[in-house]
């Protein structure tokens, strides 16, 4: 009896220990499988960084270039205004000098009326030849 007890206890207590060791072996398969999706999920995550990385790597190469271009264009854009203020002051300077002409010719033109006016009053008078000033002819 007693050894059918110990036999029945040990059997219990292989048993057991078969039990506990398959279901250490399904955990085991469950963290194995838990593990293997978790490994892909970071390998997944780890492609999307990469990914975005490059992305801004790109983002940056073309802000970098259109921020080129952009300066490339003002430099241009300050030339031009340059060269125009340059032109403007030109033909400020032109218009003024035409100006200070049109004054003179205008001068030129009043005197000129006047000295013909006195001369066809000197004409009317009918004074000699003499007496008029010298360098200047009648019409």
Known sequence: FLCQRLKTDKDAALQARKTAITESHEEITKLQSI??????????LEETVIELQQAVANVDDKITDAT??????????QALVTEKDITIAELRGQLEQANDEAVDLQKDFELHSLSSGILEQIRCLKLPQAHIVKGVRPP
């Not at 593990?35 to 997944?44: C, F, L, S, T, V």
């Not at 080129?68 to 854009?77: A, D, E």
């Open 35 to 44: 593990a293997a999706r978790d490994a892909e999920k970071r390998m997944a």
């Open 68 to 77: 080129q271009h952009l300066q490339q264009q003002l430099q241009t854009l």
